[in-house]
T-cell receptor
Framework: DAGVIQSPRHEVTEMGQEVTLRCKPI?????LFWYRQTMMRGLELLIY????????DSGMPEDRFSAKMPNASFSTLKIQPSEPRDSAVYFC????????????????FGPGTRLLVL | AQSVTQPDIHITVSEGASLELRCNYS??????LFWYVQSPGQGLQLLLK??????LVQGIKGFEAEFKRSQSSFNLRKPSVHWSDAAEYFC???????????FGQGTTLQVKP
């Protein structure tokens, strides 16, 4: 199993530029999560999808951030325009949500994308 | 509100010594609990998880954790630490309604030779 794949692994860009982060979840998983990790705020959930549908985007910082999941094997997180305070490590995670009332699942994380906005 | 507290930001132990990393959670219903490890420059790797049943759970790399409902704790233990265990460790609680994970701030483990 290839695990969760993220690209690019590192991104350096200038303030005002558009940044697109990509994620390929584990095959067969039906839930996908985007997290951001910073020294100040730790790991925080930005948005998550079930069956390609965004369920909760309350963690998205502002309108400059957007996420899509056009199919079960691909998701993007876009920042436009980027700002220095967006510098962080962005993780994608996926899980398999079985049918049932309670969510009992394990999230598997990708290696992350280290973003530096100058 | 759900929350996870890892009281120790940084811990240093000697190689071969025992280890215990503390985790306290706040959650109204039955919690689903996880420990992840993050090596420098790497992603998060699942060490172990508790969903239900036996309160002492075994994980990879010789780690174990004990769920204590009365103390709202899920401490991670290892009887003998290896230099390769140096990393950052995260405790997390999962919502049974949404599947969202709430992470603690992490504990950085340093291992002395």
């Amino acid at each position: 199993d290839a695990g969760v794949i993220q690209s690019p692994r590192h991104e350096v860009t200038e303030m005002g530029q558009e940044v697109t982060l990509r994620c390929k979840p584990i095959s067969g998983h039906n839930s996908l999560f985007w997290y951001r990790q910073t020294m100040m705020r730790g790991l925080e959930l930005l948005i998550y999808f079930n069956n390609n549908v965004p369920i909760d985007d309350s963690g998205m910082p502002e309108d400059r951030f957007s996420a899509k999941m056009p199919n079960a094997s691909f998701s993007t997180l876009k920042i436009q325009p980027s700002e220095p305070r967006d510098s962080a490590v962005y993780f994608c995670a996926s899980s398999f949500l079985a049918r049932g009332l309670a969510r009992k699942e394990t999230q598997y994380f990708g290696p992350g994308t280290r973003l530096l906005v100058l | 509100a759900q929350s996870v507290t890892q009281p120790d930001i940084h811990i240093t132990v000697s190689e071969g010594a025992s280890l215990e990393l503390r985790c306290n959670y706040s959650y109204g219903a039955t919690p689903y609990l996880f420990w992840y490890v993050q090596s420098p420059g790497q992603g998060l790797q699942l060490l172990l998880k508790y969903f239900s049943g036996d309160t002492l759970v075994q994980g990879i790399k010789g780690f174990e954790a004990e769920f204590k409902r009365s103390q709202s704790s899920f401490n991670l233990r290892k009887p003998s630490v290896h230099w390769s265990d140096a990393a950052e460790y995260f405790c997390a609680v999962g919502s049974s309604n949404t599947g969202k994970l709430i992470f603690g701030q992490g504990t950085t483990l340093q291992v002395k030779p």
